[in-house]
């Protein structure tokens, strides 16, 4: 919940400051005891990560469920703080059952269960499937996974394309990606699945803002910085379009990937209508090296301080407390 709304339902409530110094440091104590039950530990943010703990019963003498049981209880032991753990074969299936027991839950979904597990989940269960999605999957009698299940691939790449095949593989809980070990420091990057397709221009530009400063939340409380921006967008049909621009210098600051992301987003947007924007850096750096003076540029450093004031404010009185006018809500009929 944004801090504005709970302080509007809360109006009387303590409101204690984030302490992010003391929950990186929970983090990397918690990455350190990860490695030690694997080198394939993929990082997704502060507090979550994939493990891939293939082949290591006999090195942990215990399956990996009672490995993963152990380091629970070792980071509750040690970190003092609880954790929840989803077990599966793949990605898609151990994101979802990290989340079914939470907090302090472990979930286990096994490959003999994994379709009657799904079966009966909605369309939506499925990432990257939004409201407008979902509704159109649903005016063809297509609402649960099971359904999905019950049909032939070529039947379903006909009718959607490639969405179809997306649909196939996870319904039935096939997940071919890896866990890399080098996930987090590739790149930094938000996105987001709208409910109703988005073709305007302006409206692309206020989806972008918050996820521009959600990247750059991410590479502040990393220490991190990126040397290119990239723009990520996707139409109805799944197709992907990405553009990538490159820094003189690397950014941390939302303003700097906004502009970059506007410039790129503008050549994008001639009327097509899109249903996913994201937007991230690559080329990561120590955030030493982010956002040096600029002579060509004697706005900069206003744009920076105008930036480091607001994130002080947020510190204090949370991130709904101030913001720009550009990331005020809009109506859309």
């Known amino acids: 919940m944004p801090m504005f709304q709970a302080r509007k339902l809360c109006p009387n409530a303590t409101i204690l400051p984030p302490n992010m110094a003391k929950y990186q440091k929970a983090g990397k104590e918690v990455r350190a005891l990860m490695l030690e039950l694997t080198p394939l530990v993929e990082p997704l943010s502060i507090d979550e990560a994939f493990l891939d703990l293939t082949g290591t019963e006999t090195l942990h003498k215990g399956s990996a469920a009672e490995s993963l049981a152990r380091l629970a209880l070792k980071i509750e032991r040690e970190v003092g703080i ?83 095949a997306h649909l196939w593989h996870l319904a039935r809980g096939q997940d071919e990606r890896i866990v890399d070990p080098e996930g987090e420091t590739k790149s ?81 947007a001639t009327g097509i209508p899109y249903r996913l924007i994201g937007i991230g850096v690559g080329d990561i750096r120590d955030a030493a090296d982010a956002d040096p003076t600029d002579l060509a540029d004697p706005d900069a450093a206003q744009r920076r301080k105008v930036e480091a004031a607001i994130d002080a404010v947020r510190a204090k009185l949370g991130k709904g407390s101030i913001g720009k006018g550009r990331g005020i809500e809009i109506k859309r009929r």
């Open 82 to 164: 609880t954790v929840s753990i989803g077990l599966s074969h793949n990605k898609f299936l151990a994101k979802i059952a990290s989340d079914l027991n939470k907090p302090r839950g472990f979930s286990v979904i096994g490959k003999a269960e994994t379709l009657s597990f799904l079966a009966d989940k909605p369309v939506r269960f499925v990432w990257g499937i939004g409201q407008k999605t979902s509704d159109g999957l649903a005016k063809d009698g297509l609402t649960t996974l099971g359904q999905i299940q019950s049909m032939a691939e070529r039947d379903l790449v006909a009718r959607y394309g490639k969405l179809g």
């Open 188 to 268: 930094v990057s938000a996105e987001t699945t709208f409910d109703v397709d988005i073709a305007d221009l302006e409206a692309l530009k206020h989806e972008l803002w918050p996820l521009c400063e959600k990247v750059s939340e991410r590479l502040k409380r990393a220490g991190l910085a990126g040397g290119n921006v990239h723009l990520k967008l996707k139409t109805a049909s799944f197709r992907i379009i990405s553009r990538q621009m490159s820094l003189n210098a690397p950014t941390q600051l939302a303003e700097t990937l906004f502009r970059c992301g506007r410039a790129l987003l503008e050549k994008e």
